[in-house]
């Protein structure tokens, strides 16, 4: 018994359809994705931004533990900075000039492989192979 040729190419039809083949109309590129959050220029996310009263609320990153707190009633300049040098939020400065970023931390007590096993010397069994 053979199928009728309607039924090959529905068939056919609902498998390329199962393993979604893209076709002309699936070729459009998504969207490109912002590049700075609202108020700041495209070329520099960081700041300085500018929000005015009607502008959805600053991004800090979770408003609830981490809210801007300022005047909400007139505009503002302000920046992203480092966690724990903003004046209004711990990631955002209000003003002209944000701070400086924090120093570079200490460097590493031990370097690599073998600086690990120069300086653990009978414990270099602690060292990491890498």
């Known amino acids: 018994m053979t ?8 068939a056919a039809g609902g498998l390329l359809a199962f393993f979604a083949i893209p076709g002309p109309a699936s070729a459009k590129p998504p969207a490109p ?3 700075s959050w609202p108020g700041c220029p495209p070329d520099s996310p960081e700041g300085p931004c500018r929000w005015c009263p009607g502008d959805p609320p600053v991004q800090t990153g979770n408003h609830v533990t981490n809210p ?3 005047d909400e009633t007139v505009c503002h300049t302000y920046w992203y900075v480092y966690f724990g040098q903003g004046n209004v939020a711990q990631n955002i ?4 000039t944000p701070p400086p970023p924090p120093p570079p931390g200490p460097p590493p007590l031990i370097g690599d492989y073998q600086d690990c096993l120069q300086k653990l010397g009978p414990l270099s069994v602690l060292c990491p192979k890498g």
């Open 68 to 70: 801007v707190v300022w």
């Open 3 to 10: 199928l009728p040729k309607c039924a090959v190419a529905i």
């Open 33 to 35: 994705a912002p590049a």
């Open 93 to 96: 400065f209000e003003g002209e």
